[in-house]
């Protein structure tokens, strides 16, 4: 080669795709004159192009079609920075954090699977990793269908161009290369190795600072500390760096990175490759122990390299750290011993960092000594399910205060380290954090009463706490109208908050009473105190207690006052809480159109849609709007919201409690729409998080079995429903004694399933007893219209008719006082026509199964309930001698449908029995 010939940084630039065009023509021109840099630039293309192959990307293409002043999701494009294999690199700006962000965009033309996911992995590699030298990650979403990364924007440019640029002396080069071998042994730390160091993937910035960036090939390690197999055919990687054992496609760890690390200083301090094999001019003043060092780190067999980078960083900084302490000596001999004490402690007691320290704010609020007591609380009453309960709340907060302190470290630094985001914005940040944490501090002292309730719903309490990312909207928290600027009114203020968060926690824990008692006195005083933020909190608290009690009308009062309240403040988040409990109570006035609730919750919606970082908000809505068209019998789209929600719950918190409560959810329209099997998988995942994180004794999980035991039903397997709901029912019974509502609601399960199994006395007395209870305590819900027509039908299957008509008529009327919700008002008129068919009364069971059919018409029904009625209604009709050949036309269906539906051949032979017995007339 010539002297003019292309070094290795340029080399690999060309391959990476990050050569100005004018520099491409450069080389261009070079390698068709230039015999030796042709022959290299084949080889490397061959390897570079099969390695291209296997990841996706044929052809370099141009930059992404994005302009400035277009936006990235969130972000307003600035400019262009730069590209390389996988993606574009914009400067952006973050109105939210209001500052300055780098965004990588993948590009369109190569993005596949494997490229999407390549990408979406450097950003969890990154966010994982907190450290000065190692590129700060804040965002990962998408673009129209294009996956992007917004992460911290440095001024400057990268190693390799600082090195070209300022030709800088050898031992600032060290200097530099020892920052970032920091940043690589913080990436190892977080058990993460990069597979892809080189001068480009290291970003030199204007503040003097080095950080390793470009992540898109790393990958988590395992236990042993070697990678997880890669891809067989690709080591992917920069051919000038690479590893041997990553070249030849064997499995990696940070020892690889290690190598990767000493061909890229070795290049820099002796302006050559190490296997290039040319003279050492360039570095000649470089001390021959740092060649040992790096020769030791280039060892082809990774065992002989340094045991880690930390053991590598320390050979490399041992000269420094000596003439230190020769110049500490020096000095010390000079000024005296007391001056030499004060620069050693200096030097071995660095400043704290300014943001260190946010778990302290949390003591008294969730530390060790609070989980003690808290501890002793739970177990103080020998409940059976209060250890487990202890556990999962324990782990819960545990997971909440983590996320709580790295906010809260966040958003001091991006203004106090960073200078990314100002002083104002900080104050709001952190002001909003510290009302989360006054939030846990009154939810851990209720728990230190050991009170019965608030230990029973614990797990949900503390997850239902409002969410810590919701402190980052900096949008909705710009917006609020501050509080009263008065010294007197604030400190007024702070006791009110205190009494508020009290309020909020016993209404987490569904103590009604508690809850209602509480907040009932501080509406006028916080209405006084000129707070309407906190004014809408109480409204809220209220509207919860009154929904809890099924008092509708109330709670929907109370949730518009808190709406009002919260728009006056300009509370963005309170505003969308407000209209999701609206849904809520609206969906339960029986006799209001669903319009009525989807309104409000239209503009909930269009709240949240300012705010993705809500996801527990925007899980509610999706949940209370699919209740509505689930009790309209709009299975399809009930089913499409709660696997919304389920999904929002599983990014929020993934495996816990609110996540088996949206499965269990989302298997209600799934039985209805004859998907059993898929209902019962989704409520067996949810039964398994219910145990994992409340115990297998805990109230919620008997709701759950109850709930298992219904889709047992729908696929008939009757003995496994059986045992569930007796499960169930058994749970209750032993926490609260025969006169609860779970024990009635299993119950009354447990006695369907048996009539199912022919075991009719021991379902009528299952039935009897749980529809007393129902009519004694709960004489106007729709869960006493189910008991009324599970014993209904148990009096029909035993054939005592006049029995089941006289309960039949009782839920006809309960129906019509609750404006006849489909599901139970079709079942009660399709039991009350069978049970007159039973009593020779054709006509009128004519009239009713007539009115059921309708209405299983119109709320889609499941295939087996509507052939139910069709074959009720086809006897009737024959035996009333009306329609005989319409008769005949129904059970045709019947049959047709029980031919098609798995477990049901004996209702199918029934049919075809029935056909057989009753010859269609002969037509005329």
């Keep these: 080669m010539s002297a003019e010939c292309i070094d290795a940084n340029t080399v690999t630039m060309w391959f990476d795709g990050e050569l100005a065009p004018e520099e491409r023509v450069s080389v261009q021109d070079h390698i068709d004159a230039c015999d030796a840099c042709r022959s290299l630039f084949g080889e490397l293309g061959r390897v570079a192009a099969d390695t291209a192959d296997m990841a996706g990307v044929l052809v370099r293409p141009p930059r992404a079609p994005i302009t400035v002043g277009q936006r990235i999701d969130r972000y307003a494009v600035l400019e262009w ?210 060649r040992h060092v790096l020769a030791r780190g280039l060892s082809t067999d990774p065992e002989t390299r340094f045991e880690s980078m930390d053991a590598l960083i320390a050979e490399l900084s041992r000269d420094r750290r000596a003439q230190w302490l020769r110049i500490g000596s020096v000095l010390a001999a000079v000024a005296g011993v007391t001056f030499g004490a004060v620069a050693y402690s200096r030097a071995h007691h660095a400043a704290p960092a300014p943001c260190a320290g946010a778990e302290r704010k949390l003591a008294g609020v969730w530390d060790d000594a609070r989980k003690q007591t808290i501890r002793a609380a739970f177990l103080a009453g020998g409940r059976s399910y209060a250890g487990d309960a202890w556990n999962e709340t324990e782990r819960a907060l545990d997971a909440y205060t983590a996320r709580w302190v790295a ?169 969308a809480r407000a209209l999701v409990g609206l849904v809520w109570v609206i969906s339960h006035q029986y006799q209001r159109p669903a319009a009525d609730a989807e309104r ?21 809505l999706e949940n209370n709007l699919a209740n509505v068209q689930e009790r309209e019998g709009r299975f399809k789209e009930a089913l499409a919201g709660y696997e919304r929600a389920l999904a929002l719950r599983e990014a929020d918190t993934p495996d816990g409690y609110r996540v088996g409560l949206a499965l269990m959810n989302a298997a209600i329209p799934l039985a209805e729409l004859d998907q059993g099997e898929k209902a019962l998988e989704y409520q067996r995942r949810g039964i398994e998080i219910y145990e994992r994180r409340l115990g297998p004794h805990h109230p919620l999980l008997g709701i759950a079995l109850s709930n298992v035991a219904i889709s047992e039903r729908t696929i008939r397997r009757y003995d496994d429903g059986v045992a569930h709901a007796r499960r169930a029912r058994d749970i209750a019974l032993d926490l609260y004694g025969p006169e609860h509502r779970q024990v009635s609601r299993s119950g ?74 489909v599901h139970h008002t079709s079942d009660m008129l399709s039991i009350l026509g069978g049970s007159y068919l039973g009593l020779k009364q054709p006509r009128k069971a004519v009239e009713l199964l007539e009115r059921s059919l309708k209405i299983r018409l119109e709320s889609r029904p499941q295939d087996d309930q509507l052939a139910q009625t069709r074959m009720l209604l086809a006897r009737a009709l024959w035996d009333a001698n009306t329609d005989r050949p319409r008769a005949i036309e129904l059970a045709v269906k019947v049959r047709d449908v029980y031919a098609s539906l798995a477990h049901y051949e004996k209702e199918r032979d029934e049919a075809i029995a029935w056909l057989a017995s009753h010859p269609a007339p002969a037509s005329r």
């Design 600 to 620: 409000p919750g239209k503009l909930a919606a269009a709240i949240l849609e300012r705010m993705p970082k809500e996801l527990d908000l925007r899980a509610s």
């Design 407 to 575: 906010s809260h470290t966040e958003t001091c630094e991006a203004t106090r380290v960073h200078g990314d985001q100002s002083e104002a914005l900080m104050d709001l940040r952190i002001a909003c954090l510290d009302a989360r944490a006054h939030e846990v501090k009154a939810l851990t002292d209720l728990f230190t009463s050991g009170n019965a309730k608030s230990i029973e719903r614990a797990v949900p309490a503390v997850a239902a706490l409002s969410s810590v990312a919701g402190c980052s909207e900096t949008d909705a928290l710009r917006v609020r109208v501050p509080g009263p600027s008065d010294p007197a009114k604030r400190g007024e203020l702070e006791g009110l908050s205190t009494q508020v968060d009290q309020a909020v926690a016993l209404a987490r824990a569904d103590d009604v009473p508690a809850a209602e008692k509480a907040a009932r006195p501080l509406v006028d005083l916080v209405r006084a105190a000129g707070d309407r933020s906190l004014e809408s909190k109480v409204h809220y608290i209220l509207g919860r207690a009154h929904s809890g009690k099924g008092e509708w009308a109330q709670a929907e009062a109370a949730y518009f006052e808190a709406l009002f309240a919260a728009e006056a403040a300009l509370d963005e988040p309170e505003k």
């Design 748 to 821: 009354a399960i447990l006695a369907d399933l048996l009539g199912d199994l022919g075991r009719y006395p021991e379902a009528l007395m299952e039935a009897q007893n749980a529809l007393a209870v129902f009519e004694r305590l709960y004489p106007n819900e729709r869960e006493t219209v189910q008991a009324m027509n599970t014993l209904s039908s148990i009096y029909h299957s035993m054939g005592r008719y006049a029995e089941a008509v006289d309960v039949a008529l009782r839920a006809q009327a309960l129906c019509e006082r609750l404006g006849n919700p």
């Design 81 to 290: 920075l730069g590209e390389g294999g996988m993606g574009v690199v914009y400067g952006a700006y973050d109105p939210k954090l209001e500052r300055r962000v780098a965004i990588k965009l993948l590009r369109a033309e190569t993005e596949r699977d494997e490229d999407a996911t390549r990408l979406l992995r450097e950003a969890q590699s990154l966010a994982r990793v907190s450290h000065p030298n190692v590129i700060a990650v804040y965002d990962a979403g998408e673009h129209e269908g294009h996956i992007f990364i917004a992460m911290e924007h440095v001024r400057g440019g990268t190693m390799a161009e600082w090195l070209r640029r300022d030709k800088p002396p050898w031992r600032t080069i060290l200097a530099r290369y020892i920052d970032a071998a920091r940043g690589l042994a913080a990436v190892h730390a977080a058990g993460i190795v990069h597979r892809d160091f080189k001068p480009n993937n290291v970003l030199f910035g204007d503040d003097g600072r080095v950080r390793v960036t470009d992540f898109g090939l790393a990958r988590m390690a395992t236990p042993e500390g070697e990678l997880a197999p890669t891809m067989e055919r690709s080591w992917l990687g920069t051919p000038a760096y690479v590893s041997p054992e990553q070249r030849d496609r064997h499995a990696v760890d940070a020892r690889s990175d290690q190598y990767s690390f000493c061909v890229a200083l070795h290049e820099a301090l002796y302006g050559e490759l190490p296997a290039m094999g040319k003279g050492e001019s360039s570095g000649s003043k470089v001390p021959a122990r740092i």
